[in-house]
């Protein structure tokens, strides 16, 4: 990541509404132009890049979540 650059993870879109929801009337095609070409911001995405390796507690999760929903099963309740 190159720390000079500037950038968001909103979208034009999700920044257009904001905007509507103060009173700024404002398409997301202007947004974008706005960001990208005027302020030089870019759009990034989280995105997993390396490994988190071994949790130690894994398996303990797992077990749980399972009995989790086995009682919720048991009772009715679906998921």
């Known amino acids: 990541m190159n720390p000079d650059q500037l950038w968001t993870n909103r979208s034009p ?3 257009a509404s ?3 929801e103060q009173g700024i009337s404002v398409r997301p095609n202007a947004v974008h132009r706005l ?3 005027e ?4 759009r990034r ?3 997993k890049d ?12 797992v077990k749980r979540i399972d009995e ?7 009772w ?4």
């Open 45 to 47: 995405q989280a995105s």
């Open 76 to 79: 009715g309740h679906s998921g």
């Open 68 to 74: 989790l929903r086995r009682h919720f099963t048991c």
């Open 50 to 61: 390396r490994p988190l390796g071994d949790c130690p507690d894994s398996v303990s999760q």
């Open 35 to 37: 960001l990208r070409v």
């Open 39 to 42: 302020l030089g911001l870019g």
């Open 13 to 15: 879109r999700d920044l």
């Open 18 to 20: 904001v905007l509507s």
